[in-house]
């Protein structure tokens, strides 16, 4: 269908009050049992609508609207630093995924949610819904470095923490400076998303001056009280492989940077650089925080484990790094709250029972250099009593290995086609 | 084969390392959930991409595994009879009745090769 036709018909059904299923021409689907709308394409989003489609064997209408015309993956995106992948490796297209399990798709942004009327508004139409996903991935915070929130200040400082153009500019500043020069990275105060990620990502750019400006520095300053993840591997990765170019600072709250300059200052430093990268504090995305979602600390957004239906919003279900939640905020975990989501939506839709013990596991790898990898890996069940889904099993590797290192390869490989296709 | 994995599972028992209530049928909602989590590294409904390996040991197409060595493997990983990276993380939190059901689940799937759609970034890409 025509997107214009499309939010049309939206409009019509949300006018006259008028729910999908009774009216013809709506989805190709005859016997539709509802209509669920999903906000947002990544790993949650899309892998949300794909199961959906699958488990209601094509009886649920779904519909995404993603303002991106393309995905582009974080994970594996520090490896483009690290001057081992390019960008359009981890980038790809939604044709597939449309195609493949029949959904609707609208290339538009949400300028509203109006869970009362059970309808979004886009910038080009409005869509009603039966029951709404939002998968919104993070928003950064800037109260405390405004100087950093205008697309200007983003070309001299990028965050690229979500995967795309920031990531390419990144590189490209790595690239251009000279043999002796000063990478300086700054970490937020958790939660964040993917919690070994900027370990990685020092590790990535430690290991592309290495090979190719070996008198350079990597100054990673860390708010957090010490490495958030795979601490003790990151450590010995850190004093092994790059003694004398990885100097790790704890405790390193920011106060102020200096666009112009790249100076970034912080409770204890000032710290000059060539390449600056300050990775912002996070919250819920912002589709989130428009239904007002965000019940947590006024980030994240608090969600029924067994169906991640938002404890604030009627048939409003929250997925991927939005969730407040004890768990890491990584891609496997949104693809895995995806799944469980869709099997409980799916159910409710259906007037099936709701699996009342959700399991699923996540897995994170690191890449330290070009070939080896590293994991924390874990399993995790529903428990009835804490209402939260706990670990039953997992844990980490004993060192880096290009063993790993293809596992990591096969993870992003499976996972994408799982996502995309 | 059924007295073989029996076995298996009677030995497992006795062993008493695991919990003992494994043995409730999984509900087949509850399976194709569970299934779809070794889909990161296994693709969906068992069928993988096929990716290049230099130094590992390539994962196993799990779409149309025989259910007995899919059963015996996953107690191996378990127990690290098997030595593994991430399997025997994932195998230790699956009971019983659980991996008797993915068995079959994989068994019954037919085989397919996903392929990835491949692009390359547009100008207009934004991600503030």
Not at chain 1, 265 to 284: E, G, K
Request: aromatic content about 8%; hydrophobic content about 40%; proline content about 4%.
């Amino acid at each position: 269908m025509d997107r214009r036709q499309f939010i049309k018909v939206g409009t019509s059904l949300a006018a006259a009050g008028v729910i999908a299923q009774t009216l013809p021409g709506c989805s190709k689907q005859t016997a539709s049992k509802g209509r669920v709308v999903v906000v947002g394409g990544g790993y949650a989003g899309a892998t949300v609508a794909k199961y959906i489609r699958l488990w209601s064997q094509g009886a649920i209408e779904v519909v995404v609207v993603e303002a991106n015309q393309q995905f582009v993956s974080c994970p594996l995106s520090n490896l483009v630093l690290g001057g081992t992948k390019q960008i359009n490796d981890l980038t790809f297209g939604y044709d597939a995924l449309q195609k493949n399990h029949g959904i609707e798709w609208v290339t538009d942004v949400v300028t509203g949610v109006d869970t009362a009327n059970k309808k979004l508004t886009l910038a080009r139409g409005e869509i009603s819904y039966d029951r709404l996903v939002i998968a919104p991935g993070i928003d950064f915070i800037y109260d405390g470095l405004p100087m950093l929130q205008s697309a200007e200040a983003q070309e001299q400082i990028p965050h690229a923490w979500k995967a795309g153009w920031q990531t390419v500019n990144l590189r490209k500043q790595l690239e251009a400076m000279p043999d002796g020069g000063v990478f300086a990275m700054h970490i937020p105060k958790g939660p964040y998303r993917c919690p070994p990620g900027p370990y990685e990502r020092a590790a990535q750019v430690a290991s592309y001056l290495k090979a190719h400006k070996p008198k350079s520095k990597v100054i990673v300053l860390d708010t957090n009280p010490d490495i958030v993840s795979k601490k003790g591997l990151f450590k010995k990765v850190f004093a092994d492989q790059y003694a004398g170019i990885i100097d790790y600072r704890p405790d390193q709250a920011a106060t102020e940077v200096d666009v112009a300059n790249k100076k970034i200052t912080t409770d204890f430093d000032d710290v000059s650089a060539d390449v600056l990268n300050v990775i912002p504090p996070q919250r819920a995305g912002k589709v989130a925080q428009m239904a007002g979602l965000n019940n947590i600390d006024k980030r994240w957004c608090e969600v029924d484990f067994l169906t991640y239906e938002s404890a604030v919003a009627k048939d409003v279900h929250v997925i991927g790094d939005a969730v407040s939640a004890a768990l890491p905020k990584s891609a496997h975990m949104a693809s895995s709250q995806a799944k469980v989501c869709a099997n409980a939506i799916v159910q409710i839709m259906l007037g099936q029972e709701i699996d009342q013990a959700p399991l699923f596991s996540n897995t994170c790898y690191s890449f330290v250099n070009g070939q080896e990898a590293m994991h924390v890996a874990a399993m995790y069940r529903y428990d009835a009593e804490k209402k939260a889904m706990i670990k039953q099993s997992g844990g980490l590797s004993a060192a880096p290995n290009a063993v790993e290192g293809e596992y990591a390869q096969n993870w992003a490989n499976n996972i994408w086609a799982d996502t995309l296709t | 084969m059924r007295i073989r994995k029996n076995t298996l599972i009677l030995g497992l028992v006795l062993s008493s390392c695991f919990t003992l209530n494994v043995f409730a049928e999984p509900s087949a909602t509850h399976i194709r959930a569970v299934a779809a989590t070794c889909a990161a590294c296994h693709g969906t409904q068992g069928h993988n991409v096929k990716t290049t390996f230099a130094n590992a040991k390539a994962p196993k197409t799990l779409a149309g595994i025989d259910a007995s060595f899919f059963v015996e493997q996953l107690y191996q990983f378990r127990s690290g009879e098997r030595k593994s990276t991430v399997m025997e993380r994932y195998a230790k939190g699956l009971n019983d009745a659980e991996i008797e059901a993915l068995s079959v689940y994989f068994s019954q799937q037919s085989a397919g090769t996903p392929v990835l759609p491949k692009a390359a970034l547009s100008k207009n890409h934004q991600h503030q």
